[in-house]
């Protein structure tokens, strides 16, 4: 893993952290900003799981052989969800309905996770595996 990954993991992960409280008062104020923090909210969890789902699903299945069956397409449905998260969202800031800013989180969110904190997931799932392998 470089250390350019890990240092995203550790931004996306403290920005996700402190999002959390952040918005909760950004909600009592009634402030403006509560859009820049819901849309990296929104864009960290969407893309964290759609991460995890369609990275198991690649990992694990083939994807041209096990679609034909109906558990293949059964797993497909998370990641579809999420999808539709993502594309709703999308549409919704190019329909003017979301601020711009919020979009904006949402994209720069969306890059911590897929850069660095899946990475990391990814990297210390393997070393555990190799771990229990080894003994």
């Known amino acids: 893993m470089k250390n350019w990954q890990k240092l ?11 999002s959390i409280p952040l918005m909760q008062y950004m909600i009592d104020k ?10 990296y909210l929104a864009g960290f969890i969407t893309a964290l799981g759609f991460s995890i789902f369609w990275g198991s699903f690649n990992d694990e299945i083939n994807i041209w052989s096990e679609l034909r069956k109906p558990f293949g397409i059964v ?4 990641v579809l969800l999420l999808f539709l998260i993502a594309f709703s969202f999308f549409a919704l800031g190019l329909s003017g309905k979301v601020l711009t800013v919020a979009a904006i989180s949402a994209s720069f ?9 899946y990475p990391l997931i990814k990297y210390v799932d393997d070393r555990q595996r190799f771990n229990k392998k080894a003994s």
Do not use: D, E
Request: aromatic share 14%; proline share 3%.
């Open 109 to 117: 969110s969306g890059m911590l996770v897929n850069q660095g904190v």
């Open 75 to 78: 797993s497909l449905i998370p």
């Open 30 to 39: 009634n402030s403006n900003y509560g859009a820049i923090v819901a849309g």
């Open 8 to 18: 995203f993991a550790f931004i996306g992960l403290i920005l996700f952290f402190v």
